[in-house]
Protein backbone atom coordinates (compact mmCIF):
# COMPACT_ATOMS: atom_id res chain seq x y z
CA UNK A 1 0.00 0.00 0.00
CA UNK A 2 1.26 3.42 -0.91
CA UNK A 3 -0.59 5.99 1.21
CA UNK A 4 -0.66 9.66 1.88
CA UNK A 5 -0.79 11.29 5.27
CA UNK A 6 -3.55 13.62 5.40
CA UNK A 7 -5.03 16.04 8.12
CA UNK A 8 -8.72 16.07 8.34
CA UNK A 9 -10.79 19.33 9.66
CA UNK A 10 -13.97 18.69 10.76
CA UNK A 11 -15.93 18.67 7.58
CA UNK A 12 -13.65 16.24 6.30
CA UNK A 13 -13.92 14.20 9.32
CA UNK A 14 -17.99 14.29 8.74
CA UNK A 15 -17.14 12.95 5.48
CA UNK A 16 -14.85 10.59 6.28
CA UNK A 17 -17.07 8.73 9.10
CA UNK A 18 -18.14 5.69 7.66
CA UNK A 19 -14.25 4.75 7.23
CA UNK A 20 -13.12 6.37 10.01
CA UNK A 21 -15.88 3.93 11.88
CA UNK A 22 -14.42 0.95 9.76
CA UNK A 23 -10.94 1.74 10.65
CA UNK A 24 -11.74 1.62 14.44
CA UNK A 25 -14.10 -1.60 14.47
CA UNK A 26 -11.49 -3.69 12.38
CA UNK A 27 -9.05 -2.68 14.77
CA UNK A 28 -11.35 -3.43 17.75
CA UNK A 29 -12.02 -6.36 15.98
CA UNK A 30 -8.34 -7.47 15.95
CA UNK A 31 -8.08 -7.14 19.68
CA UNK A 32 -6.45 -4.05 19.78
CA UNK A 33 -6.76 -2.39 23.60
CA UNK A 34 -8.37 1.31 22.16
CA UNK A 35 -10.80 1.89 24.52
CA UNK A 36 -13.66 -0.16 23.53
CA UNK A 37 -14.87 -4.33 24.30
CA UNK A 38 -16.38 -6.70 22.55
CA UNK A 39 -19.79 -6.48 21.88
CA UNK A 40 -19.59 -3.42 20.45
CA UNK A 41 -23.29 -1.25 20.82
CA UNK A 42 -25.16 -0.03 18.12
CA UNK A 43 -23.61 3.34 17.45
CA UNK A 44 -21.11 3.12 19.73
CA UNK A 45 -18.47 4.10 17.17
CA UNK A 46 -20.28 6.56 15.68
CA UNK A 47 -20.96 8.43 18.59
CA UNK A 48 -17.50 8.04 19.57
CA UNK A 49 -16.27 9.72 16.32
CA UNK A 50 -18.78 12.33 16.77
CA UNK A 51 -16.91 13.46 20.00
CA UNK A 52 -13.68 13.67 18.26
CA UNK A 53 -15.20 15.38 15.49
CA UNK A 54 -16.21 18.18 17.90
CA UNK A 55 -13.25 18.11 19.48
CA UNK A 56 -11.40 18.95 15.96
CA UNK A 57 -13.78 21.37 15.42
CA UNK A 58 -13.04 22.80 18.65
CA UNK A 59 -9.56 23.00 18.34
CA UNK A 60 -8.54 20.97 20.91
CA UNK A 61 -7.67 17.88 18.88
CA UNK A 62 -5.41 17.15 15.24
CA UNK A 63 -6.95 14.22 13.33
CA UNK A 64 -4.25 13.15 10.76
CA UNK A 65 -5.65 10.06 8.24
CA UNK A 66 -3.57 7.72 5.86
CA UNK A 67 -5.30 7.43 2.78
CA UNK A 68 -4.30 4.89 -0.21
CA UNK A 69 -3.61 6.23 -3.23
CA UNK A 70 -6.72 6.06 -5.00
CA UNK A 71 -8.46 4.84 -2.36
CA UNK A 72 -9.82 5.06 0.75
CA UNK A 73 -8.63 5.60 4.72
CA UNK A 74 -6.49 2.75 5.73
CA UNK A 75 -4.75 4.50 9.25
CA UNK A 76 -5.03 7.30 11.25
CA UNK A 77 -3.76 8.84 14.98
CA UNK A 78 -5.01 11.98 16.80
CA UNK A 79 -3.03 14.53 18.72
CA UNK A 80 -5.09 15.48 21.92
CA UNK A 81 -3.72 19.42 22.46
CA UNK A 82 -3.57 19.59 26.31
CA UNK A 83 -6.04 22.53 27.39
CA UNK A 84 -5.45 23.55 30.55
CA UNK A 85 -2.99 26.27 31.17
CA UNK A 86 0.40 24.86 32.72
CA UNK A 87 -0.04 22.09 29.93
CA UNK A 88 -0.15 24.42 27.08
CA UNK A 89 3.39 22.69 25.29
CA UNK A 90 1.92 19.25 26.06
CA UNK A 91 0.07 16.73 23.85
CA UNK A 92 -1.21 13.32 24.04
CA UNK A 93 -1.44 10.60 21.08
CA UNK A 94 -4.14 8.35 20.95
CA UNK A 95 -5.50 6.23 18.67
CA UNK A 96 -3.04 5.20 16.52
CA UNK A 97 -5.10 2.45 14.40
CA UNK A 98 -3.63 0.95 10.50
CA UNK A 99 -6.44 -1.23 9.66
CA UNK A 100 -5.01 -4.90 9.60
CA UNK A 101 -4.47 -5.79 5.65
CA UNK A 102 -2.35 -2.52 6.28
CA UNK A 103 -0.33 -3.18 8.78
CA UNK A 104 3.38 -3.80 8.46
CA UNK A 105 4.67 -2.02 5.79
CA UNK A 106 5.65 1.20 7.84
CA UNK A 107 2.30 3.23 7.97
CA UNK A 108 2.21 2.98 11.87
CA UNK A 109 5.45 4.66 11.41
CA UNK A 110 4.30 7.31 8.89
CA UNK A 111 1.31 8.84 10.90
CA UNK A 112 4.19 8.94 14.50
CA UNK A 113 6.10 10.94 12.54
CA UNK A 114 3.71 13.04 10.50
CA UNK A 115 1.69 13.70 14.39
CA UNK A 116 5.43 14.70 15.76
CA UNK A 117 4.82 17.28 12.63
CA UNK A 118 1.79 18.47 13.67
CA UNK A 119 2.89 18.66 17.40
CA UNK A 120 5.50 21.29 16.14
CA UNK A 121 3.00 23.33 14.17
CA UNK A 122 1.00 23.70 17.37
CA UNK A 123 3.81 23.97 19.48
CA UNK A 124 4.11 21.60 21.71
CA UNK A 125 7.11 19.83 22.39
CA UNK A 126 6.47 17.12 24.96
CA UNK A 127 4.38 14.45 23.74
CA UNK A 128 2.97 11.60 26.13
CA UNK A 129 1.02 8.73 25.36
CA UNK A 130 0.12 5.17 26.96
CA UNK A 131 0.10 1.39 25.02
CA UNK A 132 -0.87 -2.18 26.04
CA UNK A 133 2.39 -3.65 27.18
CA UNK A 134 4.68 -5.80 24.97
CA UNK A 135 2.14 -4.92 22.02
CA UNK A 136 3.50 -3.67 18.62
CA UNK A 137 2.80 -0.25 19.52
CA UNK A 138 4.90 -0.33 22.27
CA UNK A 139 7.68 -1.39 19.73
CA UNK A 140 7.17 1.20 17.49
CA UNK A 141 7.18 4.34 19.91
CA UNK A 142 10.12 2.82 21.63
CA UNK A 143 11.99 2.63 17.97
CA UNK A 144 10.77 6.72 17.57
CA UNK A 145 12.56 7.43 20.73
CA UNK A 146 9.88 7.08 22.77
CA UNK A 147 11.14 7.23 26.59
CA UNK A 148 9.30 3.95 28.61
CA UNK A 149 8.13 5.62 32.21
CA UNK A 150 7.12 2.25 33.33
CA UNK A 151 3.72 0.09 33.88
CA UNK A 152 0.64 -0.07 35.35
CA UNK A 153 0.09 -3.65 35.40
CA UNK A 154 -3.49 -4.19 35.74
CA UNK A 155 -4.65 -1.39 33.94
CA UNK A 156 -7.46 -1.89 30.98
CA UNK A 157 -9.80 -4.25 30.70
CA UNK A 158 -9.39 -7.18 27.80
CA UNK A 159 -12.74 -8.84 25.63
CA UNK A 160 -11.45 -11.46 26.69
CA UNK A 161 -12.15 -11.08 30.55
CA UNK A 162 -8.61 -9.91 31.45
CA UNK A 163 -6.90 -7.18 32.01
CA UNK A 164 -3.78 -5.86 30.40
CA UNK A 165 -1.40 -3.38 31.58
CA UNK A 166 -0.17 -0.30 29.97
CA UNK A 167 3.53 1.07 29.15
CA UNK A 168 3.30 4.97 29.57
CA UNK A 169 5.95 6.68 27.65
CA UNK A 170 6.95 10.67 26.49
CA UNK A 171 9.02 12.17 23.73
CA UNK A 172 10.66 15.86 24.00
CA UNK A 173 10.82 17.48 20.71
CA UNK A 174 13.40 19.57 19.20
CA UNK A 175 11.99 22.93 18.02
CA UNK A 176 11.20 23.86 14.69
CA UNK A 177 14.22 25.63 12.96
C1 LIG B 1 0.33 -0.44 16.20
C2 LIG B 1 -0.03 -0.28 14.73
C3 LIG B 1 -0.67 1.06 14.51
C4 LIG B 1 1.25 -0.39 13.88
O1 LIG B 1 0.91 -0.09 12.54
P1 LIG B 1 1.81 -0.58 11.31
O2 LIG B 1 1.39 0.20 10.13
O3 LIG B 1 1.80 -2.06 11.23
O4 LIG B 1 3.25 -0.07 11.81
P2 LIG B 1 4.62 -0.17 11.02
O5 LIG B 1 4.40 -0.87 9.73
O6 LIG B 1 5.22 1.18 10.98
O7 LIG B 1 5.49 -1.07 11.99
C5 LIG B 1 5.01 -2.33 12.43
C6 LIG B 1 6.03 -3.43 12.16
O8 LIG B 1 6.17 -3.63 10.75
C7 LIG B 1 7.55 -3.58 10.41
N1 LIG B 1 7.65 -3.06 9.04
C8 LIG B 1 7.47 -1.78 8.63
N2 LIG B 1 7.63 -1.67 7.31
C9 LIG B 1 7.89 -2.92 6.86
C10 LIG B 1 8.15 -3.48 5.58
N3 LIG B 1 8.14 -2.71 4.48
N4 LIG B 1 8.37 -4.79 5.49
C11 LIG B 1 8.38 -5.59 6.58
N5 LIG B 1 8.14 -5.12 7.84
C12 LIG B 1 7.90 -3.81 7.96
C13 LIG B 1 8.12 -2.66 11.43
O9 LIG B 1 9.52 -2.83 11.54
C14 LIG B 1 7.42 -3.12 12.68
O10 LIG B 1 8.00 -4.33 13.13
P3 LIG B 1 7.85 -4.89 14.64
O11 LIG B 1 6.39 -4.97 14.95
O12 LIG B 1 8.49 -6.22 14.58
O13 LIG B 1 8.55 -3.95 15.55
C15 LIG B 1 -0.99 -1.42 14.28
O14 LIG B 1 -0.45 -2.66 14.62
C16 LIG B 1 -2.38 -1.31 14.87
O15 LIG B 1 -3.23 -0.62 14.35
N6 LIG B 1 -2.63 -2.02 15.99
C17 LIG B 1 -3.93 -2.04 16.61
C18 LIG B 1 -4.25 -0.73 17.25
C19 LIG B 1 -3.32 -0.39 18.39
O16 LIG B 1 -3.06 -1.21 19.23
N7 LIG B 1 -2.84 0.84 18.36
C20 LIG B 1 -1.95 1.35 19.38
C21 LIG B 1 -2.75 2.09 20.38
S1 LIG B 1 -1.66 2.75 21.63
Redesign the pocket.
Known amino acids: VSATIEQLDAHAAREALPELIGVLED ?1 VM ?1 G ?3 GFLLPLSEGELGAYWESVIASVAGGNKVLLVARESGGGIV ?1 TVQLALEPRANGAHRAEVQK ?3 HRR ?8 QLMLAVEQAARVAERSLLV ?1 D ?2 TD ?3 E ?2 YARLGYTRLGVIPRYALNSEGGIDGSTFMYKELEALP
Do not use: M, N
Open positions: AGASIGLLVARRQGLGRLTRDDARL
